[in-house]
C-alpha cells in the first residue's frame, strides 16, 4: 500500500482499495463527474483546482477539494497529472456554523434581524414583481430573555 494510503486508511477505508482502480470504479458517480472534468480542465489549462466532492464512509461524509496540475510529457506519451486532494469537511462545517450564527438567534435558534431583513427585501420584490400584496405580523415580546 501507498504511504499516504496507509496514513488515512483508517479514516477512510475505501483509500485501501484506490491503488489500480479507475476513478470511476473507485468514487461515486457524482465524485468521479467532479473528478474528470477537473482533469479536463487541468488538461485543457494545465492545472484545475477548487472543485470539491464528497465520498460516503462509514465514519461519516468528507468533503475534499482538488487541486490539479499537468506535468510535462515526453512526446507521444499520454498526458500525465498529479491531483492533490485536500480534506475540507472541518472547514464546511465552520463556514455552515458561521452562516447559522449570522443569521439565527444562538439562544432560540429563530431567524434573527438579519434573516427578518433579507427575507423582507425578498417578499418586498416579489411582490412588486407580480403586483401583488402581503401581510407582515410582527410581536414584540417584553422581558424575553
Partial sequence: MYPLAEKHASLLPEFRLLPGRTITEALSPDAATVCLDALREAEQKGHSSGHQIAIDSPNGRHCFELSIARKGSHTGNHARFV???????ARLAAEATVRRLAHYDLLTGLPNRATLEERMRATLSRARRQNSGFA???LDIDRFK
Avoid: N
Fill in 83 to 89: 491531483m492533490l486532494a485536500r480534506d475540507i469537511t
Fill in 136 to 138: 407582515l405580523m410582527f
